[in-house]
């Protein structure tokens, strides 16, 4: 060095070198966010001060974007993931209320079929009801010899029920008997079973003391066979015998259960 020479004043520094120098400070103090600007520096060092100035603010602005995209990549996949997860709820609800809907739909229909059918089973019960009722007035004003008005009125619902026999009440018989007095009538039938059973059901509500029937007599214990008496009519064969209470009021509409 010549002697006189200032110090430092041999030395030289080209402006690539300078720039590399101060690149590689702020590389030191920024740490990793400026990594880029070291290469894009260092590849280019015959470049002056204002070139290197653009490329190192390319460098902090690829730097600062990387960043960003590096820390916002969990957390835009988050942001992702609550609108999927709403958008999934969403359309699972709606397909929960629309099975709710069908469900609900479903059984107003079962229950209207139920409403319709117990109001068709309701009509139909009225009209057999009205049909019974009808049964049992249906106009018959027989005396049949004038026996008791309670027996008259058993005898006139029974023809309502039962028409198109012949209805004898008070008459002469041979032996003991409830037809002189008033209180028996004999349905003339060779097919007198439904007659019988229904007198025999509805024996109390009618005032009926017992029924005799096909040579047999029922006094509401069951039938009992009778002996031979040597006649279809003297056995009751061709004809339903019903004796009555004395003193009875008969509850007719009880025949409206043998139409």
């Known amino acids: 060095m010549p002697a006189g020479a200032p110090r430092g004043g041999a030395r030289h520094r080209s402006p690539g070198r300078a720039a590399l120098r101060h690149g590689a400070v702020a590389a030191g103090l920024t740490g990793g966010a400026l990594a880029l600007v070291g290469p894009a520096v260092i590849a280019l060092p015959e470049q002056d001060a204002t070139s290197t100035l653009e490329l190192s603010a390319q460098g902090l602005a690829l730097a600062d974007t990387a960043g960003s995209a590096g820390s916002s990549g969990s957390s835009s996949a988050a942001a992702v993931s609550p609108v999927s997860s709403a958008a999934g709820g969403a359309a699972a609800a709606d ?5 709710e809907r069908d469900r609900a739909a479903d059984t107003a229909a079962a229950q209207r079929a139920e409403d319709d059918a117990a109001a068709q089973e309701q009509a139909a019960q009225a009209a057999e009801e009205q049909q019974r009722a009808a049964s049992v007035d249906c106009g018959a004003s027989g005396s049949y010899g004038g026996v008791a008005d309670a027996v008259q009125e058993v005898g006139n619902a029974m ?31 060779t097919s007198g079973d439904a007659i019988a059973d229904c007198v025999i059901e509805n024996k109390d ?6 029924v005799i029937w096909d040579q047999r007599i029922n006094t509401g214990s069951g039938w009992e066979g009778m002996e031979d008496r040597g ?9 339903v015998h019903i004796s009555f209470e004395r003193g009875g009021s008969p509850d007719v509409s009880a025949l409206r259960s043998c139409g």
């Open 231 to 239: 006649g279809a009519t003297a056995n009751h064969e061709d004809h």
């Open 159 to 189: 023809e309502c029920v039962f028409p198109g026999h012949d209805v004898l009440g008070v008459g002469s018989r041979g032996g003991q008997s409830d037809h002189p007095d008033g209180y028996a009538l004999d349905f003339m039938t």
């Open 95 to 99: 397909l929960i209320k629309a099975a």
């Open 205 to 210: 509500a009618l005032g009926v003391s017992y």
